[in-house]
């Protein structure tokens, strides 16, 4: 998409344009405009959902879109709860996944005007394939927004924000029915060289303990919990500051531990044959050549779709389907790496949004690192498989606006899970009676240049 967009998008100001007037005269009052309802966001949701069903049972059973030349044939993956915004009067902004028959996931932007329960949609333009932008979005001064080419947009416009970033971060975890004994591990970030991490405060119900991961560094919430936790909140609010990360050195480091496999990151077998093949002729060359020869193979031969069995970082699987995730994206690599003999760790937390200040985060977000040259050598290949012109960014830096939340595979707390060592951890870890459970989970943020001091309150 060569030409700038002029759709203009008026965020949240329109809530003065709203109100009425106050009358000077009791006897005006009756002619005052009624005020305009304000849409919840569920309400959005609900509105795109229901105009996604419709056309697709009238449509022979799928969503068709027209994208340039095509017509796609669609179905619903997700709708993007964290980027549903309502723009005024009887306009609104939803972000759906749509599966192709083919396979390949679009992120499709949709536009709605009318009152909850009876939206139509007026645009729908396709902003991604399989994880890949066409456009991104930039607000100007006046808090509007317009499309930007990716061709022609800035690194922040592209997720980047180099030197530092500074702000709030909010973790959340509704609990759901609970009709057993529960248990709860929640990932609490720590500060390091490169983030400094301030829990401003923690809410949680139940039984608490902090559990340390020696291994990995990693600090734990376990939580305790009875049926009359049904429903309730887990929340945990940050002040953190980060710095880009690059390059660093480690004394002493213990590479032997990422050289071996994890229970979803094989070593050797098929993983040393395909390793060896993507550094070909470079074999003589160092580690830090040959691991860029990797993570190229990755972002060559991967696609990133939000799509069948991905998330759970699974290296076989990302061979097998070349799909996934960030966690596939890196779990292979890692794979690849230590079956060449490159130490190589896995991260995750979060990546905060660059174009905006403030609002929801699209889950979780994790990366990796690999040792050569007497450095650990930071790496985000998904998000160079996505901009291709962040390629060699990602290769050796993270930029400043991301959160760690927890480092490694297979942790070990004691407490455990019943389950056995826990595979990664962001989103919590919840068994009801020994077995594993879903907790709807958000994130979100604000940049702020000051927040207030230390506050935990623990609630049982």
């Known amino acids: ?127 991604k394939l399989n994880g890949k932008p066409f456009y991104t979005w930039e607000q100007k001064k006046d808090k509007t927004w317009q499309r930007v080419p990716v061709e022609g947009a800035s690194r922040q416009l592209l997720g980047v924000i180099e030197g530092k970033d500074k702000f709030e971060f909010y973790y959340e975890a509704v609990l759901p029915e609970i009709t057993k004994e529960a248990k709860m591990w929640i990932p609490i970030a720590k500060s390091d060289e490169y983030q400094t991490v301030e829990v401003l405060s923690i809410k949680a119900p139940g039984k608490q303990a902090t559990l340390e991961d020696k291994e990995n560094n990693n600090t734990i919430l376990y939580l305790e919990l009875g049926p009359e936790h049904s429903g309730q909140t887990v929340a945990v609010t940050y002040a953190a500051e980060r710095i880009e990360k690059k390059a660093y050195p480690e004394d002493h480091p213990s590479l032997d531990r990422y050289l071996a496999p994890d229970e979803l990151i094989p070593v050797g077998g098929r993983f040393l044959k395909i390793a060896q093949e993507a550094i070909g002729a470079k074999s003589k060359d160092n580690k830090l050549v040959q691991a860029r020869a990797l993570y190229d193979y990755i972002i060559d031969n991967m696609r990133y779709m939000k799509h069948g069995d991905y998330g759970h970082g699974d290296a076989v699987y990302a061979c097998d389907t070349r799909t996934g995730n960030c966690s596939e994206f890196h779990s292979f690599f890692i794979s690849l790496a230590r079956s060449v003999g490159i130490p190589a760790r896995f991260s995750i937390g979060a990546s905060i949004p660059s174009e905006r200040n403030e609002g929801g985060i699209d889950g979780y977000h994790c990366w990796a690192e690999f040792y050569a040259e007497g450095k650990w050598w930071p790496v985000d290949i998904s998000e160079g498989n996505k901009y291709t012109a962040l390629a060699t960014y990602y290769f050796g830096r993270h930029p400043a606006n991301r959160i760690e939340l927890s480092r490694g595979r297979d942790l070990n707390v004691v407490p455990g899970p019943a389950s056995g060592p826990i595979n990664f951890l962001a989103y919590p870890l919840l068994e009801i009676g020994g077995e594993p459970t879903f907790a709807q989970t958000t994130f979100s943020f604000k940049r702020k240049a000051e927040g207030p001091g230390m506050k935990v309150s623990l609630k049982k």
């Open 1 to 127: 998409m060569k030409n700038t967009y002029a759709v203009i998008i008026v965020l949240l100001v329109f809530l003065s344009a709203c109100n009425s007037p106050k009358p000077e005269h009791e006897e005006t009052k009756s002619s005052a405009p009624a005020p305009m309802p304000k849409v919840k966001i569920a309400q959005i949701e609900e509105g795109i959902k229901a105009y996604i069903q419709e056309k697709t049972n009238r449509d022979d059973g799928f969503f068709y879109v027209k994208d340039k030349d095509k017509e796609l044939r669609m179905k619903l993956v997700r709708v993007h709860t964290e980027y549903l915004s309502n723009l005024g009067p009887k306009r609104n902004f939803a972000c759906v996944d749509l599966a192709d028959i083919s396979g390949d996931v679009y992120d499709v932007d949709f536009f709605l005007s009318g009152d909850p329960g009876n939206m139509d949609v007026t645009e729908t333009t396709v902003h």
